[in-house]
């Protein structure tokens, strides 16, 4: 049979297929390298050390307000009004003390140590203006008021509470030492007015302060 009758036949016949290599994959990309000098560490110290102070405060500021005379409605409605900054400082801390524990590096913060020190001066320097009335029954053996003795911390209680909170997020492991003493000076002058404001509370329970 010649092959010249069946020219189809042979060319039909498909080559047999090649194996093709396999594709390869991407590359991946390299990870940057973390710069440390941008960044910083959560630190739950600043956190801890406010939510604890806060939950102390709370305490004795209630034992304080129950022995408050009945016909005070006036006393009892700022002790509250105290009460409740500090139960919003006690849950804003805490919340940042349970973020803080994950340890992930973050950016320094540039912006809370200042902000909440600033605040905290604000609230220390009118409730050291104000406060008179401490001092005179503490150390003078005056009677001072209740009233006037805590308006620092009812009247300026949000930014009172937001120094303490903007200061224990502005602490911060591995970052500038300025920023953490800022922080840390902020979270002094809150503590500052929170004692007087305990003070103030116990002395009007003890019946030595009108």
């Known amino acids: 049979m010649s092959t010249a009758r069946y020219p189809r036949l042979m060319s039909d016949v498909a080559p047999p297929a090649v194996p093709q290599p396999a594709p390869a994959a991407p590359a991946a990309h390299p ?3 973390l710069d440390l000098s941008r960044t910083a560490l959560p630190s739950p110290w600043g956190h ?13 500021n209630v034992v304080g307000g129950a022995g408050f005379p ?4 006036v006393e009892w409605l700022m002790n509250a009004g105290i009460t409740i900054d500090l139960v919003a400082v006690a849950i804003a801390c805490g919340i ?9 590096p ?3 913060s540039l912006v809370f140590p200042w902000l909440g020190l600033g605040l905290a001066a604000v609230a220390v320097v009118f409730w050291a203006a104000t406060a008179g009335g401490m001092f005179d029954t503490v150390f003078l053996g005056g009677r001072g008021r209740y009233m006037e003795d805590v308006a620092g911390p009812f009247y300026l209680g949000v930014p009172w509470t937001l120094g303490a909170v903007f200061s224990a997020y502005g602490v911060r492991g591995r970052t500038k030492p300025l920023l953490n003493a800022a922080a840390w000076t902020g979270i002094a002058l809150w503590a500052i007015v929170l004692v007087g404001a305990i003070a103030s509370a116990l002395l009007y329970a003890a019946d030595l302060t009108d």
């Open 106 to 108: 973050v950016r320094p």
């Open 31 to 33: 990870q940057p390298l």
């Open 70 to 73: 009945s016909a005070a409605p």
């Open 96 to 104: 940042g003390f349970g973020v803080s524990l994950r340890a992930r």
């Open 48 to 60: 801890a050390v406010v939510a604890g102070l806060a939950i102390v405060g709370i305490a004795l």
